[in-house]
């Protein structure tokens, strides 16, 4: 019965899909408009670019304290107070006459979306059993994959016709959309049996990290993350600067990749259930090994092609699209009573080591091409001797 009551409960997966793609559209949306951002607000194009740091630090704070207020509060609240911020942020970056007001509004526009992304997938535990939930979030995992690839279209195209500006009355848009599913199809999810106070507050974080079994999922899941990420920061200079290829051919071959963690991605989605998600996570982390080993002895042993960087490792891909929703659905059902928590600290931490892997990358790829692959295979390693530790940490 319990579990009868968790479904019905559920809002469609259309909504959660649209509430957890607010805040990767927003991230990469404003891509295309950032040479027109400079010239229209007077700075340089560094400066702009900080409107995409700013807004990946405020997604990981966020997150952080979102995910156990949640707790306290519910997840409903939290979620409709979300997007309102995230609605709040566009209309400032719309209106924004200089880069630091800009910059203000991707902050908020920030701080909403990572509520809303942390806490989709908190709803999904709430309402979903851990191999159940593995199934559903590999579903919304796709959409990290789909917005970027969609996103920066649109941005482009608005930015053509309508102007930058109208990148922001586009996401005030979709974020009024957002409230409005919310609000017609959202229970509260969160369980009852809250803890009262402060509790959630002070000593969720303590309590999760001091679980060997949620820190193991945790780094597992941020490892294997961050390796993609290295991925995206490194194999552009790789294929254009190393190679001598021209941007398209990265372009091209990087649809391999994308194509890849869609395909885990229906995977976790089709068979999640069935194989369970601490399986799922284990398979995928299996592959991200083979795969980014299978790299570095093409790199040995055949010459370096976009070919033989891309397609070995499109099998990493593939199993990240297994392991984030796999290594998710097990992190937030080890204390089910910090959902909220949890999932906002899973999502910092997949925010932050991605970003040090991508900074790692940045400066050492220019001194030597192939320490792509050596982090790449460093982190993939970890991931899982982490996940490894897991049977230890239950015993």
């Given at each position: 019965?319990?579990a009868?009551?968790r479904r ?5 997966l259309s909504?959660?899909?649209a509430i957890s793609m607010?805040?990767?559209?927003a991230l990469?949306?404003?891509?295309p408009?950032t040479?027109a951002?400079?010239?229209s607000?007077a ?10 740091t700013v807004?990946?630090?405020?997604v ?9 207020i ?6 409903r609240p939290c979620i409709?107070?979300?997007?309102a ?5 566009s209309?400032?970056?719309a209106?924004a006459?200089?880069?630091?007001l800009l ?6 526009q ?5 509520t ?13 059993s851990k191999?159940?939930s593995a199934?559903l ?6 959409v ?8 920066p279209?649109?941005g482009g ?12 009355w586009?996401c005030?848009?979709?974020s009024l959309v ?5 609000v ?6 969160a ?22 079994v949620?820190l193991?999922h ?5 490892f294997t993350?961050a390796?993609f990420f290295a991925?995206?920061a ?5 294929v254009?600067?190393?190679m001598?290829?021209?941007p ?5 071959f ?5 194509i890849?963690y ?7 989605g089709?068979?999640?259930?069935r194989?369970g998600?601490?399986r ?6 299996v592959?991200s ?5 299978l ?6 042993v055949?010459?370096?092609?976009p070919?033989t960087?891309?397609v ?14 796999g290594?998710?659905?097990s992190?937030?059902s080890?204390?089910?009573?910090f ?7 899973v999502g910092?931490?997949q925010?932050?080591?991605g ?7 940045g400066y050492?790829v ?9 982090v790449?295979l ?15 940490a239950r015993?």
């Amino acid at each position: 019965m319990r579990a009868t009551m968790r479904r019905s409960n559920r809002p469609p997966l259309s909504v959660l899909i649209a509430i957890s793609m607010l805040q990767p559209f927003a991230l990469n949306v404003l891509a295309p408009a950032t040479p027109a951002l400079a010239r229209s607000l007077a700075t340089d194009y560094a400066t702009v670019q900080l409107t995409l740091t700013v807004y990946l630090v405020t997604v990981a704070l966020s997150q952080l304290v979102v995910g156990p207020i949640s707790d306290k509060v519910g997840r409903r609240p939290c979620i409709l107070a979300g997007a309102a911020l995230f609605a709040l942020g566009s209309l400032l970056g719309a209106l924004a006459q200089e880069i630091t007001l800009l910059l203000v509004a991707r902050a908020v526009q920030a701080a909403g979306g990572g509520t809303c992304f942390a806490l989709s997938r908190a709803v999904v535990r709430d309402t979903a059993s851990k191999d159940e939930s593995a199934s559903l979030l590999g579903y919304l995992a796709s959409v990290m994959v789909l917005a970027p690839m969609v996103a920066p279209l649109i941005g482009g195209f608005l930015d053509a016709e309508f102007g930058w500006r109208s990148i922001f009355w586009a996401c005030v848009v979709f974020s009024l959309v957002v409230i409005a599913g919310s609000v017609a199809f959202l229970s509260e999810t969160a369980p009852r049996t809250q803890s009262s106070g402060l509790y959630a507050l002070i000593r969720g974080y303590p309590d999760l990290l001091r679980d060997r079994v949620f820190l193991g999922h945790a780094l597992a899941l941020a490892f294997t993350s961050a390796s993609f990420f290295a991925f995206i920061a490194g194999a552009p200079y790789v294929v254009v600067e190393h190679m001598g290829r021209e941007p398209d051919v990265y372009g091209f071959f990087f649809m391999l990749n994308a194509i890849g963690y869609m395909v885990g991605n229906f995977v976790s989605g089709r068979f999640g259930q069935r194989l369970g998600s601490e399986r799922l996570a284990r398979i995928g982390i299996v592959l991200s090994v083979v795969s980014v080993l299978l790299e570095a002895v093409c790199l040995l042993v055949l010459p370096w092609t976009p070919a033989t960087l891309f397609v070995p490792l499109a099998l990493n891909a593939v199993g990240n699209g297994m392991t984030i929703p796999g290594g998710t659905a097990s992190a937030l059902s080890v204390r089910p009573d910090f959902a909220g928590a949890a999932a906002g600290l899973v999502g910092a931490t997949q925010l932050g080591f991605g970003a040090i892997a991508s900074i790692l990358v940045g400066y050492l790829v220019p001194i030597w091409p192939a320490a792509l692959v050596a982090v790449m295979l460093a982190l993939v390693l970890t991931g899982w001797a982490s996940l490894s530790l897991l049977p230890r940490a239950r015993a």
